[in-house]
């Protein structure tokens, strides 16, 4: 049987890059394994429609074993700039300090000992609106990761995950599978949005229940995509599900979990959350004053993170309008009862749960 050979990766660039702790993602003589059967398979003519699936298969597993990342995956550990990130996250976000504490402190320890992030699977618990998503996406720029968002309530198969058997029509390997395959890295961070609102039933299967493996390590590090029938190594994965109860799911899903909870910001915090967001935005359109006066962050402030996003881009059209590059009360106020959040701005709950 044929060994795995792949184009040499020997560049200046390649060399000069330092050591990085690092796993190996699938074994390579599996995948050559995998390859020599997939070839006997897709020479057979008695599997009839099968067969061409086969072929198909065989590419992908031969695109993998000519990658020339090869099987080594890096593992994230925290440096100086990571920290500085984080900081810079947690002075944005100070309602959702809880997650990103979590994570600083877990940055502080990678660097006092030279050992690369982990992180278990952890449920952002909190209402509507108050940037759960928006943080998970920072949470991985600042971690320098990817950053997988999954949309659980349209999660309607199973194999979208975790790969769809030969038999389904347009099978193809699950998205777990193609981030570690497609990334440098071991450690994507993964966000299951709304995981409560999951379908119980995708075709007599229950999507969670792929979680009771994925969310304990050793199982983890046994993972196999149905299409590949790859084994890889998927313990090393950030899932942060955000939730806006956990009524609805499963207590041995909830009990493989750290539970955050995050609470509305209190007035001071919301003034905080809504200079950071107007900074951002003005800062992505340079025609946009980006100095905040006291009465804009007073309006912004009544509002849901969430809300002030969209208030700020409908904000924004009203100042145009105007021949003006500087956002006043009245913008905002009307770009606000366009969106719909001036009429019953959020209340407000002072601290976290």
């Not at 956990?246 to 915090?269: K, N």
């Not at 904000?315 to 969106?339: H, K, P, Q």
Request: hydrophobic residues 45%; neutral net charge.
């Amino acid at each position: 049987m044929n060994s795995i050979k792949r184009p040499s990766k020997t560049t200046k660039a390649a060399t000069a890059k330092p050591v990085r702790p690092s796993v190996a993602l699938y074994n390579d003589g599996e995948l050559a394994a995998l390859i020599h059967a997939a070839e006997i398979a897709a020479g057979n003519t008695e599997l009839g429609g099968t067969q061409s699936e086969e072929a198909r298969r065989l590419a992908s597993l031969k695109d993998i074993a000519g990658s020339f990342i090869g099987p080594e995956r890096a593992l994230l550990l925290a440096d100086d700039g990571m920290i500085r990130d984080l900081r810079r996250l947690l002075e944005a976000a100070p309602n959702l300090s809880p997650l990103v504490e979590l994570f600083l402190r877990e940055a502080l320890s990678s660097q006092r000992t030279g050992t690369p992030l982990m992180m278990p699977p952890i449920v952002l618990l909190g209402p509507p609106g108050v940037g759960k998503t928006h943080v998970a996406r920072r949470l991985a720029r600042a971690l320098g990761t990817a950053f997988v968002p999954i949309e659980m309530s349209l999660l309607d198969d199973i194999g979208d995950l975790s790969g769809h058997t030969l038999s389904w029509k347009s099978a193809r390997p699950g998205v777990i599978a193609r981030t570690l395959l497609d990334e440098p890295w071991a450690s994507p961070l993964i966000l299951l949005d709304e995981i409560e609102k999951a379908p119980k039933y995708s075709h007599s299967q229950r999507p969670l229940d792929l979680f009771h493996a994925l969310f304990e390590p050793e199982s983890a590090s046994r993972f196999r995509d149905q299409y590949l029938r790859l084994e890889l190594r998927a313990d090393h994965i950030f899932w942060i599900a955000t939730a806006n109860s956990i009524d609805s799911i499963p207590t041995t899903i909830v009990d493989r979990c750290l539970i955050v909870r995050i609470d509305r910001p209190s007035p001071a915090e919301g003034r905080e959350i809504a200079e950071a967001l107007f900074r951002s935005f003005a800062a992505d359109r340079p025609g946009i004053a980006g100095h905040p006066t006291r009465a804009i962050l007073d309006v912004l402030a009544r509002h849901s993170p969430r809300h002030v996003r969209r208030i700020l881009h409908i904000a924004a059209g009203f100042a145009a309008a105007r021949d003006a590059t500087a956002l006043t009360v009245v913008d905002l106020e009307a770009a606000a009862a366009v969106v719909g959040a001036g009429a019953a701005p959020e209340p407000h709950r002072i601290g976290f749960l």
